[in-house]
């Protein structure tokens, strides 16, 4: 079993930056992928980034190309999204995920309890 814990998240003005942690412990095989996904209210859950842990590859979400960054140490078990330029329609509930494959191919079955991404106008 995966357990992912999330920290980082908070409130930010527009432009501001914020950085999102997941730290993941349990069996984690080279065939895995790490991503994160946002919830924002009344909206349904998207993803935003992943990484493939064995292959390095990364997905990034259009709209937020150019402003996130996903990096993973492996070593260490972590999973970080660097925010920047953030806006207001970022705002939402950032959750990671973790699940065997690839980020073109994988089954998301363990998730982190969730942080607050609010970014004021």
């Known amino acids: 079993e995966v357990q992912l814990v999330q920290s980082g998240g908070g409130l930010v003005q527009t432009g501001g930056s914020l950085r999102l942690s997941c730290e993941a412990s349990?069996?984690?095989?080279?065939?895995?992928?790490i991503g994160w996904f946002r919830q924002a209210p009344g909206k349904e859950r998207e993803g935003v980034s992943c990484?493939?842990?064995?292959?390095?590859?990364?997905y990034v979400k259009d709209s937020v190309k150019g402003r996130f960054t996903i990096s993973s140490d492996n070593a260490k078990h972590t999973v970080d999204l660097q925010m920047n330029s953030l806006k207001p329609e970022d705002t939402a509930v950032y959750y990671c995920t973790g699940g065997e494959g690839n980020c073109r191919d994988v089954s998301y079955d363990y998730w982190g309890q969730g942080t607050q991404v609010t970014v004021s106008s």
């Open positions: 990484v493939g842990i064995g292959d390095g590859r990364v």
């Open positions: 349990g069996f984690i095989s080279n065939d895995y992928a």
